[in-house]
């Protein structure tokens, strides 16, 4: 290798592969000298040999270097010819030459004849900092490249090469002819070989030739320093340097994206299948199979070493990212359990049931069985029997130490994946990001996380050891001062920590190759940096539904009553801090627009933290949560999912306070679910007798089965695809969970017996027909119209208002008719009862349709 031959200047021939080993030889000899003439006892005094700056042509002439020279101190003398050269050698003066041109004849005669020289750069410097001449056994023209160590790999012209050390020497640069830890710079021709390699494994900065060129160019500036990282970013080696880059499997906006990044980063690129290419880069988890058979010499690699050598600053090795097919025989476990295909009813209906109890079982986020929380790994000093039907409380109450799991894994994914490795010193390539950059992104995020752990070991405890007098509002209230501390800081701040990812992603290509890194781990779940900080915001909301879902729940008598609502009146607190100019104004408009539209909507859906995503027109393809045919529009929030269906008769219009008549509410409300009860999202395939159809396994915490509920996209403006997307996304941010895409499951309609072919048809509209009068004929025999439920609060009413004394004749008389009346409004309407009683009304056709879980 040229790297290995020695240098040889101009005049004369001096070994020169690697410096360092002269200059050992020269300081040993030194400290020698020095330790025998302190040791050693001489009578007679050392003759004291003086330093003298000969100035040579040019530099006599500089006003400025005889200044400096009278500074330091230094006598000087001038010299015109090399003939003088003798005449000014004498024993009482060690001469040094300044010499201005480095590449003269008479710069030649003096390096030939092993005089000392140097460049009046090296005098001028000195006088600044009040220093000695410094002593170099060989030619100093500058001191820019001082306590610099480089090696050298690829170069294969020798010519070249020795150019370049010589200039590393006058520069004041030291020469390593082996990389080891002591080199500062590689200096590299090629983007190969065990030298590169080493160098990127240590986190050396890898220059360009035309580093020390440039560095030589600007020898004359006095407080110039070749290792400045302004100057020196600019000849760093590129990662994709004599690379030729393809890429597979990718969208045309990532695409698009890397293709510009590759040209930035020195490389180029071309279509797949171009035999020039040197690496193709696969989307690892869309490409199963290569188009084509590639050749020895193409590298195909996953796209982490794409974005992992944009973020080292260097070409990372290929071996530990090399493409390899994927081998997934369990990939789709579910969906081959949902193909069920069987003539008879009944054994369809009992796989049918099979295949929900499995989605079901991978649902449940808990560590905990589904039947003992006793049987917990941690185990408790006085564990309380649960008995096999939990109470809505314990449901709850597990629903809110689940989320609260995934939410304090969510919080150390952000502080482990990102903000860790930004904050870690020595990262290769020097700093990612500033130190106040990683501030205003992760702000309070430590402080949050070390919060809300401590609420998760309570809560675990809690459910460990259930019992129902244990109060939860308590370990809400012990941690409330340290909430109030933590979240406004950090929700305050929110649109600024995302506004400087957005930029630094943008000015910065290390840290987009960092996020797009870390972003593609499980860990993520495929979610940006942005949209996993986003959670903090939306914390003390969801906690605050799931403490008044648990009130509702807990008996009046139990103290945790009165606790829970001080530990939700404390949540309040905390949300009272947070910058009220936050609220999207626009996002309530929406929801008001909702509320008009629907008829009965709960006046709880209004509320500061949530937001409408999305509108979704369906059809309902069973009998949840209305009859099958029924039109039902759908409002996903951020947080709950609205059901509403369409009125069959409209009458009269509303009028605002402020005298605006709005048009009459055109959709009946149904339920409003949140959407931590949405445990899977079905995407029904498209065959002949289902088009645009999904459905959502639902469990309501008061309930003990799951509901399957299906329906019939009737809207072409949105996909189903993406809906269903969206949907999930917001269902995984509810319930603290990174991995949205395991809620989706691929099914054949065959196996949940779903199918629209009927939905248009004549016959179907006239079924439809037929149980709408079927409902009016019955509600019109009733002799009542009254709900089932005003008629128990009338029942309770009038015994209230008997007791203590015997009914009369009168009062039994009432109490028959109403007995009477509700035993003859036997069937209810749907819109009139919530959706829990729904199903319990219908939980012999759950049972039948296999519904329930295991």
Same mark, same amino acid.
């Given at each position: ?15 020169l ?9 020269v300081?040993?000899?030194?400290k020698?000298n ?16 003086e330093?003298r700056?000969?100035l ?12 400096a ?14 003939e ?22 008479v710069?030649?005669?003096l390096?030939?004849?092993?005089c000392?020289v140097i460049g ?14 410094p ?9 820019s490249m ?24 006058h ?23 065990e030298?590169f ?11 360009k030739?035309?580093?020390?060129y ?15 990282d ?33 040209e ?12 020039r ?7 690892e ?21 794409f974005?992992?050598?944009i973020?080292?600053?260097?070409r ?9 097919k ?7 476990k ?14 369809k ?33 006085n ?20 989320t ?12 482990q ?18 130190p106040?950059e990683?501030?205003?992104?992760f702000?309070s *995020?430590? =402080? #949050? +996380?070390?919060?809300?752990?401590k ?8 459910? @460990? %050891?259930?019992? &129902?007098?244990?109060? *939860?509002? =308590? #370990? +809400? ?13 950090? @929700? %305050?701040?929110? &649109? ?5 990812? #957005? ?9 987009h ?18 949209e996993?900080?986003i ?15 648990l009130?509702k ?30 609220r ?56 709950c999912?609205?059901i509403?269906?369409k ?12 005298g605006?008549?709005?048009?009459p ?40 089965a ?7 996209m ?6 189903k695809?993406?809906?269903l ?7 995984a ?7 949205a ?9 065959e ?19 037929i ?18 439920r ?17 009914p ?14 509700s ?32």
């Amino acid at each position: 290798m040229a790297e290995n031959s020695a240098l040889t200047p101009t005049t004369g021939s001096t070994s020169l592969a690697d410096s360092s080993i002269f200059d050992s030889k020269v300081t040993e000899t030194s400290k020698e000298n020095l330790f025998i003439g302190s040791t050693s006892y001489v009578e007679e005094e050392m003759p004291q040999i003086e330093t003298r700056v000969i100035l040579v042509q040019e530099a006599g002439k500089q006003e400025e270097l005889i200044k400096a020279l009278k500074e330091i101190k230094v006598p000087f003398v001038k010299m015109e010819s090399v003939e003088e050269l003798k005449s000014l050698d004498s024993p009482e003066f060690e001469n040094v030459f300044i010499v201005t041109d480095f590449q003269d004849s008479v710069f030649n005669e003096l390096y030939k004849t092993d005089c000392r020289v140097i460049g009046p750069p090296v005098v001028l410097n000195c006088a600044q900092k009040g220093e000695p001449l410094p002593f170099s056994c060989r030619p100093l023209y500058c001191t820019s490249m001082m306590n610099l160590v480089l090696c050298f790999t690829g170069f294969r012209k020798k010519e070249e090469l020795v150019r370049l050390v010589t200039l590393v020497h006058h520069m004041g640069g030291v020469i390593r002819k082996d990389f080891n830890s002591k080199v500062t710079h590689l200096v590299a021709n090629c983007t190969q070989g065990e030298k590169f390699r080493i160098a990127v494994s240590l986190g050396t900065p890898i220059m360009k030739p035309e580093w020390i060129y440039k560095a030589w160019e600007r020898r004359n500036e006095q407080d110039f320093c070749a290792s400045f990282d302004e100057f020196r970013n600019e000849f760093k080696v590129p990662p994709f340097q004599d690379c030729i880059l393809s890429f597979l499997g990718f969208s045309d906006e990532e695409k698009t994206n890397m293709e510009e990044m590759t040209e930035m980063q020195g490389g180029n690129y071309l279509p797949v299948g171009d035999e020039r290419c040197t690496h193709l880069i696969v989307e690892e988890n869309i490409v199963k199979e290569l188009p084509f058979e590639p050749s020895k010499k193409l590298y195909v690699v996953k796209q982490e070493w794409f974005w992992g050598s944009i973020q080292m600053d260097a070409r990372a090795g290929e071996t530990m990212y090399l493409y390899e097919k994927a081998n997934t025989p369990e990939l789709k476990k579910s969906v081959s359990l949902l193909s069920l295909n069987t003539p008879n009813s009944n054994r369809k209906r009992r796989r049918l049931k099979e295949t929900l109890a499995q989605l079901s079982r991978e649902t449940d986020m808990s560590p905990f069985p589904p039947q003992t929380p006793k049987s917990c790994t941690k185990s408790s000093k006085n564990p309380t029997p649960v008995p096999s039907k939990q109470s809505a409380r314990w449901q709850v109450a597990r629903e809110l130490y689940q989320t609260e799991s995934n939410y304090v894994n969510i919080l150390a994914t952000i502080i482990q994946l990102f903000q860790v490795p930004l904050e870690e010193e020595g990262q290769r390539g020097g700093p990612i990001l500033a130190p106040e950059e990683i501030k205003t992104i992760f702000g309070s *995020i430590p =402080d #949050i +996380f070390d919060v809300h752990t401590k609420i998760k070991d309570d809560l675990e405890d809690l459910i @460990v %050891n259930w019992d &129902e007098s244990k109060s *939860i509002g =308590d #370990i +809400f209230l012990k941690y409330s001062k340290d909430l109030v501390k933590t979240y406004p800081p950090f @929700v %305050n701040f929110f &649109e600024m920590s995302k506004e400087t990812i #957005i930029k630094c992603e943008k000015q910065k290509p290390r840290f987009h190759a960092f996020l797009k890194i870390n972003q593609a781990k499980p860990e993520c779940g495929r979610q940006s940096l942005v949209e996993l900080l986003i959670r903090p915001v939306q914390r003390l909301p969801s906690v605050a539904l799931l403490l008044n879902d648990l009130k509702k729940h807990t008996a009046e008598e139990n103290p945790d009553k009165s606790t829970l609502e001080k530990a939700i009146g404390s949540l309040k607190e905390v949300m009272t801090h947070i910058n009220e100019d936050k609220r999207k104004t626009e996002a309530q408009k929406q929801i008001f627009d909702v509320v008009y539209e629907v008829d009965g909507c709960p006046a709880n859906l209004l509320s500061s933290h949530r937001s409408l995503v999305q509108r979704v027109e369906t059809v309902s393809l069973g009998e949840h949560p209305c009859d099958r045919g029924e039109q039902v529009t759908l409002f996903l929030f951020n947080d709950c999912l609205e059901i509403a269906r369409k009125r069959h008769k409209v009458i009269g219009t509303f009028r605002s306070p402020h005298g605006q008549t709005r048009p009459p509410a055109s959709l009946k409300h149904i339920h409003l679910m949140p959407l931590s009860q949405i445990k899977k999202v079905l995407d029904i395939r498209e065959t002949e007798d289902c088009h645009n159809a999904f459905a959502l396994l639902v469990r309501p915490p008061t309930e003990q089965a799951n509901v399957l509920l299906s329906f019939q996209m009737t809207s072409e403006e949105l996909p189903k695809e993406n809906w269903l997307k969206m949907l999930c996304r917001h269902v995984a941010n509810t319930i603290c969970k990174a991995d949205a895409e395991n809620l989706i499951y691929t099914a054949d309609p065959e196996s949940f017996e779903v199918n629209t072919k009927d939905m248009d048809s004549t016959l179907s509209r006239a079924s439809r027909a037929i149980k709408k009068t079927s409902k009016k004929v019955t509600r019109a025999f009733s002799f009542s119209k009254t709900p089932k439920r005003a008629l128990r609060r009338a029942l309770m009413t009038s015994q209230s208002s008997v007791e203590g004394r015997s009914p009369s004749s009168n009062d039994k008389h009432v109490m028959s008719r109403l007995s009477s009346t509700s035993s003859l409004a036997g069937i209810p309407s749907p819109s009139l009862v919530s959706l829990p009683s729904f199903f319990e009304r219908r939980s012999h056709t759950l049972s039948r349709s296999t519904t329930h879980l295991i």
